[in-house]
């Protein structure tokens, strides 16, 4: 089943199905489970007018392949703001968890453009590719191209972690424009940024995640390029708090991402 058709059923319907070759591990890819949640609460909104402002995410359980319900609820609708509650369940059990707050925007006195200019990568063609590779890479990785721009790869043993680099969904997946769920897909496809300071292939996995849009291009293409970049705020006791932020093709600002990350290492 395609990406797109995917998403489309889940938008139109509370019984889906998620069919293989997007695992991650033991577990779905946590950003095809957002994405989603994101497309059934997307159609609950009613006023085109309110766009995504935050999403939070938590990964409660591990999704597997197969049959899933997804219950919605509005938990409020005001004149600006509408916020949505979206669970993903899996045998009668809750395994994720969306809260999405869709604003309008208005006039305001307060207007700071965005102070995070976009990294200066290597084109990407000129960068290093993150190869699927079946058996070491998530199978998840197959629909996605992933090119390295900055620090170190996964599993280097580096002194540093942290990264950067240019991501796309692969041109075979036949995706003819970006909208909101797509983007929530693309935006989880990259690795913990602590990954580059392991010594050896071991697992780490998200268990919260935080989106905020800034403005989502209204005519981003299938096979658009965007850019990413991630710190690590602090890592201990077997969690890392990481930042990243996603620029479009033309270096403006689209979304800051904050992820809980667990760490098995």
Request: charged content about 15%; hydrophobic content about 45%; aromatic content about 10%.
């Amino acid at each position: 089943m395609q990406l797109d058709q995917l998403l489309a059923n889940a938008a139109q319907q509370q019984e889906i199905s998620i069919p293989e070759g997007w695992g991650q591990g033991r577990a779905l890819f946590g950003g095809l489970v957002a994405g989603l949640m994101v497309a059934h609460a997307e159609q609950l909104v009613n006023d085109t007018a309110k766009v995504l402002r935050s999403a939070f995410v938590s990964f409660i359980g591990p999704v597997a392949p197969g049959a899933a319900h997804l219950n919605a609820q509005v938990l409020r609708t005001g004149k600006s703001v509408t916020s949505i509650q979206v669970q993903l369940l899996q045998e009668g059990q809750v395994q994720s968890v969306l809260v999405a707050s869709f604003g309008a925007g208005r006039e305001s006195m307060i207007d700071l453009p965005g102070r995070h200019d976009a990294p200066v990568f290597k084109a990407p063609e000129q960068c290093q590719p993150l190869p699927f590779i079946p058996g070491m890479t998530p199978e998840f990785f197959q629909h996605f191209d992933a090119m390295w721009a900055e620090g170190q790869m996964p599993f280097t043993g580096s002194k540093q972690p942290d990264f950067g680099g240019w991501m796309r969904l692969k041109p075979t997946e036949k995706v003819a424009k970006i909208n909101l769920p797509h983007f929530f897909v693309l935006g989880d496809m990259w690795p913990p940024s602590v990954l580059p300071m392991y010594n050896r292939v071991a697992p780490a996995s998200s268990l919260s995640w935080n989106l905020e849009l800034i403005q989502l291009p209204a005519q981003a293409s299938g096979d658009s390029w965007w850019q990413y970049q991630v710190n690590t705020e602090f890592a201990g006791d077997g969690y890392a708090y990481t930042q990243a932020k996603i620029w479009d093709a033309q270096g403006r600002l689209v979304a800051l991402s904050r992820q809980t990350v667990t760490v098995f290492i």
